[in-house]
């Protein structure tokens, strides 16, 4: 059974290794997460198995009544095809709204099917492209949601 709960400091090690296995072009380190887990206009979330064993997790930021920005969403791909991501998704954008967001923003890789498609399923719409945002040759499509 998979279950849903708000991300530790006790996860961090495992979001360390999952974003060098999910985002090998842009892994945060330890201290990046230290300091994301520690802002409470940050809301970091995880899926685990049966066994609480981290298998995906999100985060936001939310600085209030104003845009919010999806800060990472990843499943291992053992688990994938199986509506975690969109369950992550519906998690940090509900405390997002919480918070008096309007809208929620996010940089995705031009080539991550994957992920645009996980997007525009939940009724994102892409604003604009930046040129080498993950470095050179790694454009990022902008993702808006408007928030009612
Ligand atoms: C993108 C990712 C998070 C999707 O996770 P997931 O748990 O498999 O996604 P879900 O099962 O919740 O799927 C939700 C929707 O995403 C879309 N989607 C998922 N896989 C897809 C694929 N292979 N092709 C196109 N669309 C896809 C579909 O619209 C799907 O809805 P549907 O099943 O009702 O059709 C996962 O592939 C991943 O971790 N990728 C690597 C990390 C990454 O790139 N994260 C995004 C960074 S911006």
Redesign the pocket.
């Known amino acids: 059974m998979i279950t849903y709960r708000l991300a530790n400091a006790f996860d961090l090690p495992v979001f360390v290794s999952l974003d060098k296995e999910?985002?090998p072009y842009s892994p945060w380190s330890a201290s990046q997460y230290k300091e994301e887990f520690s802002s409470p206009t940050r809301h970091f979330v995880v899926a685990v198995d049966a066994d609480q064993k981290i298998i995906?997790y999100a985060g936001v930021f939310a600085p209030g009544a104003a845009e919010a920005d999806?800060l990472?969403?990843?499943?291992?791909?053992e688990?994938?095809?199986?509506?975690?991501?969109?369950?992550?998704?519906a998690l940090i954008t509900n405390w997002a709204k919480e918070q008096g967001t309007t809208a929620m923003m996010?940089?995705?890789?031009t080539d991550?099917?994957?992920?645009?498609?996980?997007?525009?399923?939940?009724g994102y719409s892409t604003l604009n492209i930046r040129k080498d945002y993950f470095g050179a040759g790694l454009d990022a499509q902008v993702m808006r949601l408007e928030l009612s």
């Open positions: 999910l985002f995906g999806i990472t969403v990843g499943v291992v791909p688990h994938r095809g199986k509506g975690i991501a969109k369950a992550l998704m996010l940089e995705v890789k991550n099917r994957e992920a645009i498609g996980l997007y525009e399923s939940l």
